[in-house]
């Protein structure tokens, strides 16, 4: 039975969906090519000393920058933020995602990670990363239309088994306006519901 309807479309994949699974994989060989040479130019043993001591020194910095993070909401809880005349956030609360995030790198296996890994426990490094992520995040909320996202979640929509989405909105026929009140479970005081 045909409706009249073109069949649906599938959306387009993004570019960044494409590429991700690609730059994994050949990330993925590439620390294991690495691995090779290094373990066929010394020898088994010390590869697996630089796999435990990443694990281990990642492990570390993790465990520090926790610490450290929970130290800071701690602080700034106990300040009160908000409040007139209340400081800054301190100076050594960030850094700490990127930090956490070189301790991870560390305990993955691999050179290169490890070596991502030791440039993220660099300061000067973080700083330059952080103002970067400040700008593009500065950036991407300038551009976002007012009350995008947000209008998303007040549509009300129902789905139909066909996949079409159909948009839609509750008018009472009296011309009342509709006040929400607490379900006590009785359903005294609403209008049936008819088809």
Known sequence: MTTGTPPPTRPRRSRARTLLPLGIAAWLVLEIWLLTVVAGATNGFTVLLIL????????????????????????????????????E??????????????????MIPG???????LLL???????????SAERSLDRRMRAATPGGFSDAFQQ????????????????????????????????????????
């Open 52 to 87: 435990v001591a990443g694990a281990v020194l990642g492990a570390a910095v993790i465990k520090r920058a926790g610490r450290r993070a929970f130290r800071n909401l701690t602080e700034t809880l106990q300040r009160m933020p908000g409040q007139p005349g209340a400081p």
């Open 89 to 106: 956030a301190p100076s050594g609360t960030k850094g700490n995602g990127f930090l956490m995030l070189g301790g991870l790198l560390l």
């Open 156 to 195: 009300a929509r129902i789905h139909r088994p066909d996949g079409k989405v159909v948009q839609g909105e509750v008018i009472r026929e009296d011309g009342r306006t509709a006040h929400p009140r607490p379900d006590d479970g009785t359903g005294t005081d609403r209008p049936p519901l008819t088809p």
């Open 111 to 117: 050179m290169i990670s490890d070596v991502a890994g």
């Open 121 to 131: 426990l660099l300061p000067p490094v973080r700083t330059v990363l952080g103002r």
